[in-house]
C-alpha cells in the first residue's frame, strides 16, 4: 500500500482556515480514508474519516468546524478547516485504511 502524501498545513491566526490536501493511490478509491492529529506531548487521534461512499464521521473536537471530503478522480482527499484554535496545532496526518502519511505541520497563533 502506498503511503498517502500530505500538503498544505501552515500557520494561520486563531478564526482563520486552512485546507489540507493528500494524495493517495487509486486503490484508495476502495477504502475509507480520515485525518489525524498529534499535538506535541500527546497522543495521535483520529479527528475525521470518510468512507468509499462519501459516508463521514468527525471527533466531537472538530464537528462542525472541519470538513473531510474526497475527489476519486483525483484520488485526493481534502480537510478543510474552519475555525481554528490554538488547540488545534499539531501534526495532522493522512490515514488511509492503517496507513498514515508522513504528517503535515498546522500551527495555530492566538
Known amino acids: 500500500q502506498v503511503q498517502p502524501a500530505e500538503s498544505g498545513g501552515g500557520l494561520v491566526q486563531a478564526g482563520g482556515s486552512l485546507r489540507l490536501s493528500c494524495a493517495a493511490s487509486?486503490?484508495?478509491?476502495?477504502?475509507?480514508m480520515g485525518w489525524g492529529r498529534q499535538a506535541l506531548g500527546k497522543q495521535r487521534e483520529l479527528v475525521a474519516t470518510?468512507?468509499?461512499?462519501?459516508?463521514?464521521t468527525y471527533a466531537v473536537s472538530v464537528k462542525g468546524r472541519f470538513t473531510i471530503s474526497r475527489d476519486n478522480a483525483k484520488n485526493t482527499v481534502y480537510l478543510q478547516m474552519n475555525s481554528l484554535q490554538p488547540e488545534d496545532t499539531g501534526v495532522y496526518f493522512c490515514?488511509?485504511?492503517?496507513?498514515w502519511g508522513q504528517g503535515t505541520q498546522v500551527t495555530v497563533s492566538s
Open positions: 490515514w488511509d485504511s492503517g496507513t
Open positions: 487509486r486503490s484508495s478509491l476502495y477504502r475509507t
Open positions: 470518510i468512507t468509499s461512499g462519501g459516508s463521514t
